[in-house]
C-alpha cells in the first residue's frame, strides 16, 4: 500500500502546507487491520525530500507504525516512455 500525502515543502504541519501526521498514522494503522503486508509514505517534494518528511512529522509517524517513508528520486520516476497508439477502453 502507497499513501501519499502532501508533504511538498520543508513546513511544519501548523502551516497547513504539510499534512498532518496524525491522521495518516490512523491511515496507516487502518491499511495494517485491512490486510496490508506493507504501508509506504511517498509525496514528489519541491524541498529535500528528507527534511519534507522529517519537518512535517511524517517521518516519526511512519517510524512508529512500522510504515515506511519513500524518498522520491526523480530519475526513478520521471524516464521517457515510448509507446503506440493509445488504447481505449
Known amino acids: ?10 513546513m511544519i504541519p501548523d502551516t497547513k502546507l504539510a499534512t498532518n ?3 495518516v ?3 496507516i494503522n487502518q491499511c495494517y487491520e ?8 511517498f509525496d514528489q517534494t519541491n524541498n529535500a ?3 519534507c518528511y522529517k519537518n512535517s512529522g511524517i517521518e516519526r509517524i511512519a517510524k512508529d ?3 515506511r ?3 522520491f528520486k526523480n530519475e526513478l520516476f520521471n524516464s521517457e516512455v515510448k509507446s503506440g497508439k493509445p ?3
Request: avoid cysteine; aromatic fraction near 8%; charge should be positive.
Open 1 to 10: 500500500m502507497v499513501l501519499k500525502p502532501a508533504v511538498d515543502f520543508d
Open 21 to 23: 501526521p496524525f491522521p
Open 25 to 27: 498514522r490512523e491511515i
Open 34 to 41: 485491512a490486510g496490508a503486508k506493507a504501508v509506504s509514505i
Open 49 to 51: 525530500s528528507t527534511k
Open 65 to 67: 507504525t512500522t510504515g
Open 69 to 71: 517513508v519513500l524518498p
Open 87 to 89: 488504447k481505449i477502453f
